[in-house]
């Protein structure tokens, strides 16, 4: 958390002016098993907002995501997704809400390769148009997101498992942005990355145009994000430390 | 003995063990289930059809579309009881695998208990006619079966590849996690798959009664005989499967004309673990170019 200047104190819960909340988050705790990640969080996302998420390995900023998405071993605290509660007391079951989770408006893009080795681009892109309206409207959406990320265009008929590591981050990105989400989750979309292709991600992410939806992403890498969220909040040890936003004018330092 | 008849038999039990197959391999690979039950479902739905021509007509579709929908049901049935409640539980493979075994042995006990010790047998449903083909006599029942089974088995896979529910199938067959990620719902998915490998297993078992007779304990060989032909086309992949039952089939086709018929299980099992200690994965393991994670 050393690498933002400007603290201010935690949150308020309640939307920036002129906004709605789409996302509340109040009193969450989850974690896997005996061991709880996360500690009482609350956490407000307004509509409109593109929030950065950054904290150190370990802390609980996947568990966040996953404890919003009900995949987590268990949870208990409230999650408000457009006004509809999605959070619930859980003790087991990781997974087996997240499809209605998902339907509400959540479009999650998970760390790493949770991709569909033997399905093609386009399939897969498929696969991410969950709602009747995105399977409907699913050839523009493709088109949308073949503009976005050009290099797919080439590969629509390639099974995923055959392209490189940055192909797929496209992929894994384009799949949840074909959904009809109003709040995407992007846990680490620059991890093993090399520095030139991540940025060129993190550009595309950029690009969606949000209108009434939200985005939250997670990231290690400070500076990646210096200039381009509205707003960065810091996560330690299961709890959400210090924020700063872009009007503030956010410094980061360099060497870290 | 001459071998064109050796080998069309050997092509008519390739298809319906194929069927059988492709069945257990979606059902592993989608839900994570090693259905145990599928024998039971096999011999039930054997009954279904069977009271269908009893009480309904012998009309051979109508015989067919009974013991299919049988299967669906009692894949349904199996659903119900050893998916939906214990699958998000942990050991959910090894507790999965002992409810099947146990619907299995219930369900096995009430057939005989409700049916009877005695084989019931089926209707002819692809009629009497022969075809003369080059020297090899072809029968009704081998034609049908052999046309009946590659027809299905092509729409379902067919149907999985173009269709939404096939893909959220596909999908959960090579990610799980990802797919409840993606907002695919594992029990939906899951009764549609039990229904689908149910309907397989319908079909497979009124293909067989043009063989074999009907009886409680009659599904064991056959799912047996489907568990090693998944087992060695690599569990969860399709076209392994397809490939898995052909040369399993040559084999046993070859083994009983050039051995003689007790050593073809002998020759089965080796050809299986020979191909499992060169691939691990099974006869996919050869045909799949995708990087795994």
């Not at chain 1, 003790?91 to 209605?100: A, F, K």
């Not at chain 1, 969606?208 to 400070?222: F, K, T």
């Not at chain 2, 001459?2 to 038999?9: Q, T, W």
């Not at chain 2, 075809?131 to 999985?160: F, P």
């Amino acid at each position: 958390m050393s690498a933002i200047v400007a603290l201010s104190p935690p949150p308020a819960l309640a939307p920036a002016p002129g906004k709605r909340a789409v996302l509340t988050v109040k009193g969450l705790s989850a974690g896997y098993g005996p061991m709880r990640v996360i500690h009482d969080l609350d956490l407000i996302v307004s509509s409109g907002e593109r929030l950065g998420l950054v904290g150190l390995n370990g802390h609980g900023k996947s568990t966040l995501f996953y404890a919003i998405a009900g995949l987590t071993g268990w949870q208990r605290g409230s999650i408000l997704l457009n006004g509809v509660e999605v959070g619930r007391t859980r003790s087991q079951g990781p997974g087996r809400y997240t499809h209605t989770v998902v339907r509400q408006g959540l479009a999650l893009i998970p760390q790493g390769d949770e991709i569909f080795h033997g399905l093609t681009v386009e399939e897969h892109l498929d696969s991410g148009a969950f709602t009747p309206r995105a399977w409907k409207e699913r050839k523009a959406r493709k088109e949308r997101i073949y503009a976005i990320f050009p290099p797919l265009v080439k590969l629509m008929k390639t099974p995923v498992g055959r392209l490189s590591g940055g192909e797929r981050r496209m992929v894994s990105i384009g799949r949840g942005l074909m959904a009809d989400a109003s709040l995407f989750l992007v846990d680490e979309p620059t991890l093993g990355l090399a520095p030139k292709i991540g940025k060129s991600v993190l550009d595309a992410l950029m690009s969606v145009e949000l209108e009434d939806s939200a985005m939250v992403i997670a990231e290690q890498n400070v500076a990646l994000l210096e200039g381009r969220v509205d707003r960065v909040i810091g996560m330690h040890a299961g709890k959400l430390k210090g924020e700063a936003s872009a009007a503030l004018g956010f410094q980061t330092r360099r060497e870290l | 003995m001459d071998i064109g008849f050796i080998v069309s038999n050997a092509v008519v039990l390739a298809c319906i063990y194929g069927t059988l197959a492709i069945g257990l391999s979606i059902t592993w690979s989608s839900v994570g289930l090693i259905n145990l039950a599928y024998g039971f479902i096999f011999a039930l739905s054997g009954y279904g059809a069977w009271l269908a021509s009893q009480y309904v007509t012998a009309n051979g579709i109508v015989v067919l579309g009974a013991g299919v929908l049988t299967g669906a049901l009692g894949g349904m049935l199996v659903c119900a009881l050893a998916f939906i409640p214990i699958h998000d539980k942990p050991n959910f493979t090894v507790r999965g695998l002992i409810a099947t075994l146990a619907i299995s042995l219930v369900g096995t006990q009430a057939l005989l208990w409700f049916f009877g010790p005695r084989a019931k047998n089926l209707p002819e449903i692809f009629g009497f006619w022969k075809v003369h083909l080059g020297g090899i006599i072809l029968t009704s029942d081998k034609i049908g079966n052999v046309v009946t089974s590659i027809a299905v088995v092509t729409a379902v896979l067919l149907w999985m590849r173009s269709s939404r529910r096939g893909l959220e199938i596909r999908a959960m067959m090579m990610n799980p996690h990802a797919a409840s990620i993606v907002g695919i719902g594992v029990r939906k998915t899951g009764f549609y798959v039990m229904a689908i490998t149910g309907g397989l297993a319908g079909l497979a078992a009124v293909l067989l009664s043009q063989t074999y007779y009907i009886s409680p304990f009659g599904g064991l060989t056959p799912m047996i005989k489907g568990v090693s032909i998944a087992l060695c086309g690599g569990l969860g992949s399709v076209r392994g499967a397809v490939i898995a039952a052909i040369v399993l089939g040559l084999n046993e086709a070859l083994t009983s004309r050039l051995l003689g018929g007790q050593y073809v299980l002998i020759t089965q099992f080796v050809l299986i673990i020979v191909i499992l200690l060169i691939r691990p994965r099974g006869i996919a393991g050869m045909l799949d170019r995708a990087r795994e994670a």
